[in-house]
């Protein structure tokens, strides 16, 4: 699907830069004290600057988000409204969560489904210090002819964190080459990893590019202490938002998924 640019209304816009601090691709920038989109060639249709705009002044998909709704009052509706709630955080406090704190949101993990019940999942968890080592060695062996390299080669300069944007945490989600779906297995203890997470008020982010790059280079994924026979399927990133940097008002509109029923 080819991304929606978003609309500004710049009568309603107040030019307070909420969208501008938490687009992560530089696409809307304030100019005479009214956001407009500059860059409209790298959006990729997040919602996060339409989510976060205060006065309602941003629209994608030609739908203008809604207020966030109060919770609802059974137990579906509270999880429809946290994943319809939740977004992608780069903007973490340095406070640090305990082991214990950690080990609890891992726990819980311990109930997702499973192919076969065969049970492959297992988690390495990074903190500041290593992440910063990871991330500066990354940084250096990346490739500069790669499509990602005007970013990940900036990692470390002038404080700039692409990989890990400032997170206390980062959770490897990985699995041995074996047994029947590892992959799917990591996903969906990944995903609930996530919403729970986000349940207990903390910020998170797929580390994508850091999946991609542990990937790339074997020798940094046996830094990590990942078993040669493993895979690194996914990332999560974990802490407590700053929210005096990022937070969120609005439930972002999506275009639905193509559906089919067979009879």
């Not at 920038?29 to 919602?47: N, T």
């Not at 205060?54 to 994943?83: C, M, N, W, Y």
């Not at 997470?197 to 994924?221: D, R, S």
Request: proline share 7%; net charge negative.
């Amino acid at each position: 699907m080819a991304p929606t640019v978003p609309t500004i209304d710049a009568d309603t816009c107040v030019g307070c830069g909420s969208c501008t601090s938490v687009c992560p691709a530089g696409v809307i920038e304030v100019s005479a004290k009214k956001a407009v989109v500059v860059h409209p060639e790298r959006c990729i249709s997040c919602g996060h600057c339409a989510a976060a705009c205060p006065a309602g002044a941003i629209s994608l998909f030609d739908t203008t988000p809604q207020r966030l709704v109060k919770l609802g009052e059974t137990a579906a509706d509270d999880f429809r409204h946290l994943v319809e709630t939740r977004r992608t955080v780069r903007s973490f406090l340095p406070d640090t969560l305990s082991e214990e704190y950690l080990t609890e949101l891992l726990d819980v993990t311990q109930h997702c489904p499973s192919a076969v019940n065969f049970r492959p999942v297992e988690y390495t968890v990074l903190g500041r210090a290593f992440m910063h080592q990871l991330g500066l060695k990354i940084g250096e062996a990346f490739p500069s002819d790669h499509p990602y390299s005007f970013m990940i080669k900036g990692q470390g300069k002038d404080g700039a964190d692409p990989l890990f944007h400032g997170a206390p945490h980062f959770v490897l989600v990985h699995a041995a080459n074996k047994g029947y779906d590892p992959a799917e297995d990591t996903i969906l203890a990944a995903t609930t990893l996530e919403l729970y997470a986000v349940a207990k008020g903390l910020g998170t982010f797929w580390g994508g590019l850091v999946t991609m790059c542990l990937e790339m280079f074997p020798n940094l994924k046996a830094e990590c202490g990942i078993p040669d026979d493993h895979k690194v399927h996914c990332c999560i990133a974990v802490g407590k938002t700053d929210t005096a940097k990022e937070k969120y008002r609005r439930v972002v509109p999506r275009v639905p998924y193509p559906v089919k029923y067979v009879n």
